[in-house]
């Protein structure tokens, strides 16, 4: 199957940054899509950003012009730049990945998320 491991949530004022990462690993046959969902308190999981391995990317409107999501296919990684963070930003995000693992067909994936807190 496969695993992924997120790293980079944090407290952060507001107006700040931050940068999550996410590596996936197992025996990865292929990855298509790559993202980040993020769960606030109270509220559904929502799609933050998603890039394809073309590089085509899909953000919320709500972080449109201050998220930033890239990839790097070699090191099965994707990152998230958030910049001019806000207090509604506050939510636990979610690294997940559509592939294909030896043995199993495609199917998503999820991280154990990672919170990331902005204060006002």
């Known amino acids: 199957q496969v695993q992924l491991v997120e790293s980079g949530g944090g407290l952060v004022q507001a107006g700040g940054s931050l940068r999550l990462s996410c590596a996936a690993s197992g025996t990865i046959f292929s990855i298509n899509a790559m993202g980040w969902y993020r769960q606030a308190p109270g509220k559904e999981r929502e799609l933050v950003a998603a890039i394809t391995s073309g590089g085509s990317t899909n953000y919320a409107d709500s972080v449109k012009g201050r998220f930033t999501i890239s990839r790097d296919n070699a090191k099965n990684t994707v990152s998230l730049q958030m910049n001019s963070l806000i207090p509604e930003d506050t939510a636990v995000y979610y690294c997940?990945?559509?592939?294909?693992?030896?043995?199993?067909?495609?199917?998503?994936?999820w991280g154990q998320g990672t919170q990331v807190t902005v204060s006002s």
């Open positions: 997940y990945c559509n592939a294909r693992a030896a043995g199993w067909g495609w199917r998503n994936y």
